[in-house]
């Protein structure tokens, strides 16, 4: 069973514009939850996380937003550059005796045009 | 380097052959884990490590896959008599601290497994 949804395999935005990234959950154990960035023939790179107990954390040009009721996370890139042409991964850690493994979606391919 | 790093970048194997899978993380590390990305997906956990210990090892997919860290710094994951379902790319991932403390894991560029 897919713990962790990315709807969309894609997403196209002009430059400038706000991108807005969409992941849905069903483990109601998972307490932590992450955004990372991919580029071709690289490794995923951490971008921003957010713990349970908030619903929105900020950095610089990313916000990612919590709805704990809905299982429902977003980021938001504002103002998108090109540099942010990437796969996005939304990912999950759940409480406990997890151990601390990431359940990660599927991804999204964002492209920012000029 | 500062980041985690991974040993070799590309492999290519016939089936039926071993292969041994380097990941360097990064210094003082505590924990590292291992995923298996097939492509098109978002990476699988196969297992984690805390210092020398290996505390979860519920996502390997056989017991062809074995994971070691001896000195609780780097790690090798072996695959034994290699399979075509085998191929795919396998990141590293290491974190400051265990895991009770919500903490990013960082990624090397991984292993891309070619099984002929």
């Known amino acids: 069973d897919q713990q962790v949804k990315q709807n969309s395999p894609s997403l196209s935005v002009q430059e400038g514009r706000i991108s807005i990234l969409n992941c849905d959950y069903t483990?109601?154990?998972?307490?932590?939850f992450l955004w990372y960035k991919k580029y071709p023939a690289e490794g995923p790179t951490f971008l921003i996380s957010i713990s349970s107990i908030k619903d929105k954390n900020e950095d610089g040009r990313f916000t990612v937003f919590l709805n704990k009721s809905a299982k429902h996370l977003s980021l938001h890139i504002v103002p998108s550059q090109p540099g942010d042409s990437a796969v996005y991964f939304c990912?999950?850690?759940?409480?406990?005796?997890?151990?601390?493994?990431?359940?990660f979606g599927q991804g999204t391919i964002l492209t920012v045009h000029p | 380097g500062a980041g985690v790093s991974q040993s070799p970048r590309y492999k290519v194997a016939k089936r039926g052959q071993d292969v041994a899978l380097r990941c360097d993380p990064i210094?003082?590390?505590?924990?590292l884990f291992w995923y298996q990305q097939a492509l098109g997906q978002g990476p699988e956990f196969l297992t984690y490590?805390?210092?020398?210990?290996?505390?979860?090892k519920s996502g390997l997919p056989s017991d062809r896959f074995f994971a070691e860290r001896p000195e609780g710094s780097v790690s090798t994951l072996k695959i034994q008599r290699t399979q075509q379902e085998d191929s795919a790319v396998y990141l590293c991932a290491s974190s400051l601290a265990d895991p009770h403390y919500n903490q990013p894991q960082h990624f090397g560029d991984g292993t891309r497994l070619s099984i002929l």
């Open positions: 990912a999950a850690k759940a409480g406990g005796t997890s151990y601390g493994k990431l359940t």
């Open positions: 210094s003082g590390h505590v924990s």
């Open positions: 490590f805390q210092n020398e210990a290996q505390l979860d």
């Open positions: 483990n109601s154990m998972f307490d932590y």
